[in-house]
């Protein structure tokens, strides 16, 4: 365990190196690197002079032609590998992504890239997920540097990958199954409320919805509405995740499975019956239920709707996160709770809902916890997402002590 002295002297390198890594995280958050599309090209850029400038190994693994092309992808998917040290024994990685959902520009009160600074908050897309897990980890890092803490035979890798706000499957998920990288032990971005030990997969699901056009006016009766259709499936997939609410994991913190219509799209004009409708669906699966079985559940749940006359539904799989369940008893766990317990006080340790790339490195044999910077009032994914700056600093603290004993204990 990091000793008392030890943690004050991280937590004074990390004072030291805060405006440092405050100056990184609204600089990417001035960098948009919004998925869908996926472009992160200016991103890339800045990581890679950013950790140059440190001094720190640099591999880029970029996701392979036949893989963009099988999940038709718009651009290059690079993953930015940024190696701390390369020791001999145990690799630790730290676990975040580059990549943030959309903006809805008009819900914002701040400037959804200006990065600005309020009442001890950054403010911007990504200021928590995930750049701000980004500046923690490499806040962390550059504080284990300073204090020459970090055990000398432990190799430490920044994993910063792409795509996981639509699966990971060309972020982290090729990083594992390339063999890119082999981490013995991963802190995956999470949040400074909770250790989280375990999270539910994610299956996205786009439904598409034929039907025929016709006039509206003149001969409604001649064509099949696609819109109408598509209202009876998600009224009753809607049905069908108040049902799969009951079905309680037995992780603490992770509740029930849910299914959610998200987005739909379809129609071609007010006077023309909708020919086409498409939506998609987020369903969760708790990391003690099983993915196939959800899947086929899911599809047999639209097989089962009756649909008006003319019409007919089919399902595509858009993205598949894994769910990952570590023990609560394991060290990198333990090392990461009696840390966070001894910075921030009674945090609890528990699983999560939330899918994230964490399932990717567990099913390639690396032991995952998630852990990172931000509360409940980050408005995650929402307008005016933001970090609060002392959320900043302590998850660095916890993860710097964290890497330390997790390296001790596996020497």
């Given at each position: 365990?990091?000793?008392?002295?030890?943690?004050?002297?991280?937590?004074?390198?990390?004072?030291?190196?805060?405006?440092?890594?405050?100056?990184?995280?609204?600089?990417?958050?001035?960098?948009?690197?919004?998925?869908?599309?996926?472009?992160?090209?200016?991103?890339?850029?800045?990581?890679?002079?950013?950790?140059?400038?440190?001094?720190?190994?640099?591999?880029?693994?970029?996701?392979?032609?036949?893989?963009?092309?099988?999940?038709?992808?718009?651009?290059?998917?690079?993953?930015?590998?940024?190696?701390?040290?390369?020791?001999?024994?145990?690799?630790?990685?730290?676990?975040?992504?580059?990549?943030?959902?959309?903006?809805?520009?008009?819900?914002?009160?701040?400037?959804?890239?200006?990065?600005?600074?309020?009442?001890?908050?950054?403010?911007?897309?990504?200021?928590?997920?995930?750049?701000?897990?980004?500046?923690?980890?490499?806040?962390?890092?550059?504080?284990?540097?300073?204090?020459?803490?970090?055990?000398?035979?432990?190799?430490?890798?920044?994993?910063?990958?792409?795509?996981?706000?639509?699966?990971?499957?060309?972020?982290?998920?090729?990083?594992?199954?390339?063999?890119?990288?082999?981490?013995?032990?991963?802190?995956?971005?999470?949040?400074?409320?909770?250790?989280?030990?375990?999270?539910?997969?994610?299956?996205?699901?786009?439904?598409?919805?034929?039907?025929?056009?016709?006039?509206?006016?003149?001969?409604?009766?001649?064509?099949?509405?696609?819109?109408?259709?598509?209202?009876?499936?998600?009224?009753?997939?809607?049905?069908?995740?108040?049902?799969?609410?009951?079905?309680?994991?037995?992780?603490?913190?992770?509740?029930?499975?849910?299914?959610?219509?998200?987005?739909?799209?379809?129609?071609?004009?007010?006077?023309?019956?909708?020919?086409?409708?498409?939506?998609?669906?987020?369903?969760?699966?708790?990391?003690?239920?099983?993915?196939?079985?959800?899947?086929?559940?899911?599809?047999?749940?639209?097989?089962?709707?009756?649909?008006?006359?003319?019409?007919s539904a089919s399902v595509e799989a858009l993205s598949r996160t894994?769910?990952?369940?570590?023990?609560?008893?394991?060290?990198?766990?333990?090392?990461?709770?009696?840390?966070?317990?001894?910075?921030?006080?009674?945090?609890?340790?528990?699983?999560?809902?939330?899918?994230?790339?964490?399932?990717?490195?567990?099913?390639?044999?690396?032991?995952?916890?998630?852990?990172?910077?931000?509360?409940?009032?980050?408005?995650?994914?929402?307008?005016?997402?933001?970090?609060?700056?002392?959320?900043?600093?302590?998850?660095?603290?916890?993860?710097?002590?964290?890497?330390?004993?997790?390296?001790?204990?596996?020497?």
């Amino acid at each position: 365990m990091t000793s008392e002295a030890a943690l004050v002297d991280i937590e004074r390198a990390v004072e030291d190196l805060e405006e440092e890594a405050v100056s990184f995280l609204r600089e990417m958050v001035r960098t948009p690197s919004v998925n869908p599309p996926g472009d992160y090209a200016a991103i890339l850029d800045l990581l890679r002079t950013r950790y140059g400038a440190y001094g720190w190994d640099v591999d880029v693994e970029w996701a392979p032609e036949a893989l963009l092309e099988e999940l038709d992808l718009p651009h290059p998917r690079p993953n930015v590998l940024a190696y701390v040290t390369r020791g001999d024994g145990p690799t630790v990685a730290l676990n975040a992504h580059i990549d943030t959902v959309p903006v809805q520009s008009s819900k914002w009160t701040h400037e959804p890239f200006g990065a600005e600074v309020d009442d001890g908050r950054i403010y911007g897309r990504g200021a928590r997920d995930s750049k701000g897990r980004i500046a923690a980890y490499t806040l962390a890092a550059r504080a284990l540097e300073a204090t020459d803490l970090l055990p000398e035979e432990v190799t430490l890798v920044l994993a910063l990958t792409a795509d996981e706000e639509t699966g990971g499957e060309a972020g982290a998920g090729h990083v594992v199954e390339s063999g890119a990288l082999r981490a013995d032990y991963a802190i995956v971005e999470g949040s400074t409320y909770a250790v989280e030990y375990a999270s539910s997969g994610v299956l996205t699901f786009r439904v598409d919805v034929d039907g025929a056009s016709a006039h509206a006016g003149l001969e409604p009766e001649a064509g099949a509405n696609a819109v109408v259709a598509a209202a009876r499936l998600i009224t009753e997939l809607d049905a069908h995740g108040e049902a799969l609410a009951e079905r309680v994991s037995e992780v603490p913190g992770v509740g029930g499975a849910t299914c959610t219509p998200a987005t739909v799209e379809g129609g071609v004009k007010t006077n023309v019956v909708p020919p086409a409708c498409s939506f998609t669906v987020d369903r969760r699966v708790p990391p003690d239920h099983d993915m196939e079985a959800a899947e086929r559940e899911f599809r047999e749940a639209v097989a089962g709707v009756d649909l008006p006359d003319g019409t007919s539904a089919s399902v595509e799989a858009l993205s598949r996160t894994r769910p990952f369940r570590s023990d609560p008893g394991d060290p990198h766990v333990r090392a990461v709770a009696r840390n966070a317990e001894a910075v921030l006080g009674d945090v609890p340790v528990r699983g999560t809902r939330g899918g994230s790339d964490a399932g990717h490195f567990h099913a390639g044999g690396t032991r995952a916890v998630k852990f990172g910077p931000g509360g409940r009032d980050s408005n995650v994914h929402g307008p005016d997402e933001n970090l609060a700056l002392d959320q900043l600093r302590d998850a660095a603290v916890v993860v710097a002590a964290s890497v330390r004993d997790i390296g001790r204990e596996a020497e």
